[in-house]
């Protein structure tokens, strides 16, 4: 491995900081040729950040050993891409706060596949969202639509599963490191997709998962795919966080209307107010896709 991507995926590493202190380290040091030579009233300086997270910062950046942690996702089929390296997702490069490093164990042709659809739900649907969810997608699967979504509970597993059922290719992005799949009782199916398709993570694969790692998650659903659907989905929800994100990378979105008297249908009924294309039958989808292709 070069020394460059080494060093970067060495940074991704360290606690204290985040997306944007990595940007500014970048800027000053393109090749972060300083890295290990920077003292601590040079870092504080530039990364205007408090002392603690200076002093995490500095001790896992002169004590880590990257070159173990390395030899342990080898060992464990993991690949690590940074966001210079040519197979990096092209779609997800584009976006406004790309991930600097992705965690990836599975199939990875399907980070250049087209066409991605991400789909995304409730943790805890109706029946009437399973049912769509999985009569929307079987068609576009057997037509090599590659799915993506979160591998949560709920429409997250039921996408997934239905594009392994019908022998098609699924993207799990998690909230968390690959050592840490949750919730647990995803666990068999991120197995199977591991082999089957492909788990990816901005997170380093032994960062447990936390709270506020789900939702930043969501950009990446949508960064790499040309469009998501939204099946069900509460007013305030985590699936709308998704279907925002995708507009503000200009993704195409798609949502499902539902009973107006179901709180799991206001999200949706809401997006189609305000723009969102109705989906009724997965034929709203691929024209929509392409019109795209065709750029119409």
Known sequence: MEDFKKKLIHLHHCRGIGWKSIHKILTLDPALSGLYDTSFNNWKKLLQIPDKQVHD?????????????????????????TIYDPIYPAKLRNIYDPPWVLYIRGDMELLSAAPILAVVGPRKPSSYGIAITKSILAPLVKKGYVIISGLASGIDAISHQTALQFSGKTIGVLGGGIFHLYPKENIPLAIEMMKKGTVLSEYPPFKKPEPWMFPNRNRIISGMAEGVLITEAKEKSGSLITAYCALEQGREVFAVPGNI??????????????????????????????????GI
């Open 261 to 294: 008297t179901s709180s799991l249908s206001a999200g949706t009924n809401k997006l189609i107010q305000e723009g969102a294309k109705t989906v009724l039958t997965h034929v709203d989808i691929e024209e929509e896709f392409s019109l795209a292709v065709r």
């Open 57 to 81: 910062f500095l001790h896992d950046l002169q004590t880590q050993s990257i070159d173990d942690f390395l030899q342990q996702y080898l060992l464990n089929d993991i690949q690590c891409i």
